[in-house]
């Protein structure tokens, strides 16, 4: 190995056992095209072993890639690292999460998560993930309320469990759904094909309800307001993709790049809550970033020529 590569490692676990390589050297790199270049370049490793990237890891195997150190694969850019925040006092943090960025420390994650962007503001539960009341995936942008001491967290976690923390999405998704408001009542759990996606037919279900309007028909696309009952991993897109119409830009549970995304059009972008100690009702909004804006403004563009 040069000095010039960084050598990462990651044995697979239970959980992993019959992933595709190229998912799971993703974990390492945040990106399957990335893992699928790297493993095409010979830089990734099975047990010591090159491997096509169609091959399934195994629990026990050890994992291993090369990566150039002058050109990390994970970054986090400066506007990222300093994370917006909408509103903050001696009991909670609530911030406008950018794309790109993982909520808390996780294994096989590299970059910088948000509860070290936001250096020591959140506090309560274990030291891995301070505060953390809910979860954004990654690529997902928008309101997140973090906790301040351990009060405050089992607070807004019992208010979360009791679905008195309402939290409200905008969604880009394909086509046009048969009705112009909607719930989607379906269990989500690990899907047992592919060990990184979640799906309605999941090993270990557990109960979930998305609630979805109309807010515009823009021909091959559908611009919707999305609430949620509960808060299982993925859980927009998997309920969202088993109704035909999946998010667009979704590279997971859709057909990936549309419309200049290099990722989901997801948004959250209302945060309605109960303070932990005054009682006072919150309410707090984000508009869609830029790239989603773009991306927007062409699918009524394309809508207009339809």
Do not use: C
């Not at 974990?27 to 010979?42: H, M, P, T, V």
């Not at 790109?100 to 096989?108: F, K, L, N, R, S």
């Not at 808060?231 to 897109?237: A, K, M, S, V």
């Amino acid at each position: 190995m040069s000095t010039t590569e960084e050598l990462r490692e990651q044995v697979a676990g239970p959980d992993d056992d019959g992933v595709r390589l190229d998912r799971f050297v993703a974990g390492l790199l945040e990106s399957r095209a990335q893992a699928q270049k790297a493993i095409a370049d010979g830089r990734v490793k099975v047990n010591g072993e090159r491997v096509v990237k169609s091959r399934a890891v195994l629990s026990g195997q050890r994992v291993s890639v090369l990566v150039p150190a002058d050109k990390p694969v994970a970054t986090i850019s400066p506007e990222q690292s300093d994370v917006p925040i909408v509103f903050q006092d001696d009991t909670i943090v609530v911030v406008d999460k950018p794309a790109g960025m993982v909520v808390h420390p996780a294994p096989g994650h590299r970059g910088v998560t948000l509860v070290e962007a936001l250096g020591g503001r959140t506090a309560g539960g274990s030291e891995d993930r301070p505060g953390v009341v809910h979860r954004l995936d990654r690529d997902t942008s928008g309101l997140l309320v973090l906790a301040r001491s351990d009060s405050a967290l089992r607070t807004l976690q019992a208010a979360l469990s009791e679905r008195r923390i309402k939290r409200e999405y905008l969604a880009l998704v394909q086509g046009t759904p048969p009705a112009r408001t909607g719930t989607i009542d379906a269990p989500i759990g690990r899907d047992p094909r592919d060990r990184t996606r979640m799906a309605i037919d999941g090993d270990s279900p557990r109960e979930a309800t998305t609630h979805f309007s109309v807010l515009e028909h823009l021909g091959l696309t559908t611009f919707l307001a999305v609430t949620l009952d509960t808060g299982r991993t993925h859980q927009i897109r998997v309920h969202l993709e088993a109704i035909g119409h999946p998010v667009v830009g979704d590279p997971t549970y859709g057909e990936g790049a549309a419309y200049g995304l290099d990722r989901q059009w997801l948004h959250a972008t209302r945060l309605t809550l109960e303070h932990p100690v005054t009682g006072e009702e919150l309410v707090l909004e984000s508009a869609p970033p830029a790239d989603l804006e773009r991306a927007l403004a062409a699918a009524r563009a394309d809508a207009s020529v339809v």
